[in-house]
Each structure stands twice: as C-alpha cells, then as structure tokens.
C-alpha cells in the first residue's frame, strides 16, 4: 500500500485527505465507535481526528510512523467527545456514576481493534470476507462456502491465511508492548 | 506442530483439540494468550463491525476544505531585531504601545453573560490579521476564577471549538487565535478546571450566541 504523503495532506490537498481516509479512516472510527457507542459521536469524533492531524501534520516527523500518531489523536478525538457528552448530560450509554475524569474500560482495548482493523482492511477483499462471515455474521465454513459462491475447501484456505495473517500481527504487537 | 497455525485456528473459533494442546503447552504461545484471547474477543465484539456512513469521507474533506489553514504563532516584529541594541532599548516603550491594537477594530460584538454569570457584560473587538485574529475583550462584573480554574475564551462553529486562551482576571484582557471570526462566528466564555483536558466545559458563562 501507498504511504500518506503528509506534506499535500498537511497543505489540506483532497486527493491527500481521502488516501489518508481511505487508509485508516475506518480504523479511526472503529476507536471512536468502540469507545463511545454512538454512530454520529464517532463520526464527529472522526471529523475531529481528521481535523487535529491536518492541524499538527507540518509538525510531524515524516522518519516516524504515522500509525500510532494519528492513533493517539484518534483516541484523544473520542475522549473529548465523550467527556464532553458526559458534561453536557449527552448520549454516552454509560452508568450514571461513572466519574467524568474515570474512562470506560471501552478505552482502554481500542489499540488491538485499530491494529486488526487497518490488518484487515490491508488484506485481499476475499479474505476479509471470510473472516467477516466467520466473526460477524457468525456463519460456519459451509454457510459462507453457500454465501460466497466458492467451494468449502476455497473458503478453509482464505481462512486459514487471513487468521495466520492475523495471527502473525498479534504476535507483532506482543513484540512491540513487551 | 507450528505455532501460527495453532493460532490462526483458535482466532477462527475452530481450533482442534491437538491446536489447543499445542497452545496450552507451547510457552511461547502462553506468552500470547492475552492478546489471542483479546484479539478473538474484538472479533466477535458486533460493534467492531459497525461501518462508518458512505457520506463521512466527504464530510471530512470538506471540514478541512472550510477550515482556515493552520497558522504559525505571531512572531516578534522582525524589525525591531535589525536595531541596534541601544536604539531597541530606547524604543522599547514605543515597542511595548505600538504591540497593542491602536487602530479600529474591524468589528465589535457584545458579550452578556449567561444565567451562571448574570451580572456579567462586555464587548469584543477584533482585528483581523492576515494569519488570524487579535482580540481584547472588555469585562465587567466577572470575578476572578476561582482557584484552580481559569476563564477560556472560544471562537466556535457548530460543534468545532477554537480556545483563544485562558486568563484568570477578567478586565482588559487581549488574546490571538488563529482563525477568523467570519469562519467562527460564536464567540464564548467558560470557566475551565486546570485539567489536561482541551475541550470546553459546560460552565458557560458569556456568550454572543
């Protein structure tokens, strides 16, 4: 894949700002929406990412990796989403004696679903649809065989290689946090 | 038997009993039980899967196409490092009055207080510079932040929030912000905690509205 030329994304270039959606844009509002619970908090909290980093792009170190950057600004995003909704008696769904300074364990495990959000975004459109009948439509490998129009024994292979995909990823991230 | 396969398995849901054997004895994979088991947990967890509207992308070009591009703070008059030190000293009064806004403001707006400081009033006037706004706010009848707080001064459209600054006595305050008030029109007042976080309180007390 194509690395985000930050500079045109920092002169507020479209072309920029939509490969750099198109990269990660998703896994932004899988942070926001796994914190907050809310499609439209989460779309603005994404808004808002998109928005600081554009602010803070001329100041970052192009040598770096831009993942856990805008990482960070993503989950910053729906922090203030959230303590904001929280003081304005908002939509957060959480229990009423939750502290504003305390966040909601939702916050605290949104590194692995970012990480395995742009890993599958990353992967070939076959094996993603496997791995999303398996995990999100809960269907065995036969209903996705019957789903997908392809032979069970296609359907066990793509498993098979987006799961060791995956599972090469978390062994990455282990590495990374030890 | 190999350790990625005995993972990718368990990921799937459909690990084998030999898998699971090789999982639960391998330290290796024990080390990256965690972060399977977590990991296979935000796989299944429905609001992983929740797709973003097909508009937001648009949405997100367009609120960096409308916003004023980022600004660098204002520098030090250039001129004034070009003098000779015994000239700079002896203008540095002048510097000081001329660093003030000393012509009319380019507009004028009045700032009531809200039902938390109803005795509070006052006027807004700003210059707009050519990498963003010069402000000085005029205030009467707010007392000064209580401790551990301070007043935050916003420039705001819709949902997006731009501080000015903070002070803590209110007065003849100026401040700078790197954005206009034609593109941020709603200009506010909070009462902010001295906290790490950016985002404006609900503690409004003046607004323009």
Sequence with gaps: MKSVDVERFAAGDPDAVRQLYHMYGRAVFTVAYSSLRDRGLAEEAVQLTFLHAWRAADRFDVTRDLKPWLYAIARRAAVDVYRRERRHGGRVPLDSNTDIAILPEAFESTWQAWEIRIALDQMPSAQREVIEATHFLGLSQEETAQRLGVALGTV???????????????SHLQEATA | MNCDDARSAFLSGAASQPELDHLGSCSDCRNEWDALETSRQVLEDQSFWVEPSPTLEDRVVAMIGETPQPVAPPRP?????TLGGGAAAALGAIAVWAGLPSTAPDWEVAIPGTSEAPDASGVVRGWNEWNGTRVVL?????????????????FSRDELHISAGTFAAPDSVELWVGVSKADFPRLWITLEPVDEDESPSGNNMMDSG
Aim: a positive charge; proline letters at 8%; hydrophobic letters at 40%.
């Design chain 2, 77 to 81: 008059r250039r001129w004034l490092w």
């Design chain 2, 138 to 154: 005029d205030i009467e009848g707010l007392p000064p932040a209580p401790d551990g707080s301070l007043y935050e001064f916003w």
């Design chain 1, 156 to 170: 066990k292979s793509r498993s098979h290689r987006a799961h060791r995909r995956l599972a090469t990823l978390l």
